[in-house]
């Protein structure tokens, strides 16, 4: 039950940062305002538990989010196995339909989680963003490992999982 993930911002915090969901009540957020019809969009899908709409700026046309319905989360670091579930099931079923729906050759699915990953809606949402081969859209670019640093980083995460 945590409303308050998002960064703390003191007494001045304005509408604008209300409306994104932090750092207070989830119900002022702007993908919850969607849920209840209290904001236009263009839903095109919706089961008991999620939402599929598309995205108002999309990276592409057809660039869609799908989001927990009934979430008091922000993001994938407190949302609940459930409901991570249904948003993955929804996502399956929707990026088929939009990848025949537009003719597309691919779909990229992905999510923001916390502000410096660019998380701006702090309701959970993952992005489905349709791909056409030669669309030259170019999402991260690839790096590398120095010498002992991939079983490193890879130790570290382990080790973290086991606890
Ligand atoms: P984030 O950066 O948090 O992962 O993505 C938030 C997404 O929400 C952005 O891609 C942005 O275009 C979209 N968005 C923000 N406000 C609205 C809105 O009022 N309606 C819709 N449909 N999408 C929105």
């Given at each position: 039950m945590n409303k308050f993930a998002g960064p703390k911002v003191g007494p001045l915090a304005n509408s604008f940062q209300l409306s994104l969901c932090y750092p207070f009540h989830m119900n002022d957020c702007i993908f919850c305002k969607i849920v209840r019809g209290e904001i236009s969009s263009y839903k095109v899908y919706e089961t008991d538990e999620t939402l599929a709409f598309l995205d108002i700026n999309p990276v592409a046309k057809g660039h869609l989010l799908v989001i927990p319905k009934g979430s008091d989360s922000s993001n994938i670091f407190d949302i609940s196995a459930h409901e991570w579930s249904a948003v993955m099931e929804t996502v399956r079923v929707v990026s088929t339909a939009l990848e025949k729906a537009l003719g597309a050759d691919g779909v990229n699915i992905m999510m923001n989680n916390r502000e410096h990953a660019?998380?701006?809606?702090?309701h959970p949402h993952v992005h489905l963003i349709p791909r056409f081969k030669g669309d030259g859209l170019k999402l991260w670019p690839h790096g590398s490992y120095k010498e002992g640093e991939a079983a490193e980083v890879a130790e570290a995460i382990l080790e973290t999982l086991k606890k």
């Open positions: 660019g998380q701006i809606i702090f």
